[in-house]
């Protein structure tokens, strides 16, 4: 069992998903284009039970073409630098979220799940914390991780508490810096404090360079992260940048590395993908990888434009500077449609022998949620069972574009999803893509227990 599993009580995230979609409902009723299940990233990787996402930059958010796209291909976010400690506290106690909040409810308000990044970093310190050290740094950062989880709790899925504290090159230990010299606890001191602020956010640490499994890097990530999930300390996750120079810096080995931090029992999350020039090749590898193991939960690419890119130079995403889909974005999503929808991965070591536990039958309702132009929410309550599969049934051609609050799979019309629990509660959530029929609505075919 995994320090996580407890950690998870109330599901807020649908509830407030639809507060925030009613509230900002007009600002998507004028969108014309109905993204289909399978012909997006979003669509076709919620299919196979996963997220795509991008970095968000709150500053594109009034260009319509970048929201364009945004709306139709992705359905988790996260804000490229809105959310750094930088933006986020300014000055010393004085916290700054107008920008952090706007993607927030964006993202929200279209069905979009949100991972914060992030929380306690060397880099895009404010300059009252770059000049701290010992005892008064450790309380100011543990303090920014309390108030800036607090702020944001029920509308994050996960946060990357801790970013790029390892060190590149041979010795697989820390990265200097004035946090690190405050002690060598002061990661699981950060793990556990955004874990008191929000017991229901998923918590990641997130580095680069930690996609070769052969590099000492990457071990070092891997002990601490053993480390931590032995010992109790909460980690729900792992972020693999994978900031790719080139189509041979994609590793071969890269799927061994995705399976092995999840035998520890973790997730593991592509998070900030772009590569250089944006081959096919290694673009359909990384989705491919993703797919063939089973926590492997989502890829987020670094922009969606070349143009958005902190690289632009290199080309290294999606879509090019005039929002056309390049010939990675086809490899991408032909790979997600091609996909396993129940992966099995290959876990370097044997996962756990579990024991089934008892079957039964439960009772599953559902509660319409907002409705959108082209898409509506629905959550689903579970009664009678604390861990549960349930079987809901759409109506062709409409299609699941998101879920929430659980682990669906999918029978191979798409048109029938197994969600099983996953630990954040007895509620669960989805949206649906009209395609055209707006009438039908979803039903509940099965609700058994265990
Ligand atoms: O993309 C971000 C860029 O706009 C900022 O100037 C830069 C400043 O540090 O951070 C970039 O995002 C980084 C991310 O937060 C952490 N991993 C590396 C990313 C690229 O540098």
């Known amino acids: 069992m995994t320090v996580n599993a407890g950690r998870r009580a109330a599901p807020r ?25 399978g012909t997006t990233l979003g669509a076709s990787a919620a299919e196979k039970g996963r997220f795509f996402g991008t970095a968000v930059a709150a500053s594109r958010l009034s260009d319509s073409a970048y929201t364009t796209i945004l709306n139709r291909e992705f359905n988790q976010v996260t804000p490229e630098n809105e959310m750094k400690i930088d933006a986020t506290e300014p000055n010393q106690n004085q916290f700054s979220y107008g920008n952090a909040d706007r993607i927030v409810s964006h993202a929200r308000s279209n069905g979009m799940q949100v ?11 404010p300059g009252w914390m770059q000049n701290m050290s010992g005892s008064t740094l450790r309380n100011a950062m543990l303090n920014h991780v309390t108030q800036v989880a607090t702020h944001f709790r029920g509308q994050v899925t996960w946060w990357d508490v801790v970013n790029e504290a390892f060190a590149d090159g041979s010795g697989g230990g820390r990265r200097d810096s004035n946090l690190q010299r405050t002690g060598n606890d002061w990661i699981e001191a950060a793990f556990r404090a955004a874990d008191a602020a929000d017991p229901n956010a998923q918590l990641c640490y997130n580095d680069y360079n930690i996609d070769n499994w052969t590099d000492a890097k990457t071990q070092g990530v891997y002990r601490m992260v053993q480390d931590f999930t032995s010992r109790g300390v909460p980690i729900d996750c792992v972020g693999l940048q994978s900031h790719f120079t080139g189509g041979s810096n994609y590793p071969g080995n890269y799927r061994t590395t995705l399976s092995s931090f999840a035998a520890l029992g973790v997730d593991v999350h592509i998070t900030e993908l772009d590569i250089r020039n944006a081959p096919v090749d290694a673009y359909r590898n990384v989705t491919n990888d993703c797919l063939a193991v089973a926590r492997c939960k989502g890829i987020t690419v670094w922009g969606i434009r070349d143009s958005d890119s902190w690289r632009s130079g290199e080309s290294p995403l999606l879509f090019n500077g005039s929002g056309q889909k390049k010939s990675a974005y086809d490899a991408v999503l032909t790979a997600l449609n091609n996909g396993t929808s129940q992966p099995t991965g290959t876990p370097t070591t044997p ?15 559902i509660t319409p949620g907002t409705v959108w132009g082209d898409r509506y929410n629905t959550s689903v309550d579970v009664a009678g069972a604390g861990t549960w599969s349930v079987v809901v ?12 609050n659980g682990s669906p799979t999918w029978d191979s019309s798409g048109n029938r999803m197994t969600m099983r629990s996953n630990g954040s509660g007895n509620t669960f959530g989805f949206t649906t893509m009209t395609n055209g029929n707006s009438s039908a609505r979803p039903q509940i075919v099965s609700c058994s227990a265990g």
């Open 351 to 365: 996962p756990p022998t579990t024991t089934p536990p008892p079957s039964g039958s439960c009772t599953a309702s």
């Open 13 to 37: 995230r649908a509830v407030l998903a639809g507060a925030a979609g009613l509230l900002t409902a007009v600002l998507v009723v004028g969108l014309t284009t109905a993204a289909q299940a």
């Open 393 to 404: 049934a759409i109506t062709s051609p409409q299609k699941i574009s998101s879920t929430w």
């Open 115 to 125: 991972r914060g990044h992030t929380l306690a970093w060397h880099s895009q310190q």
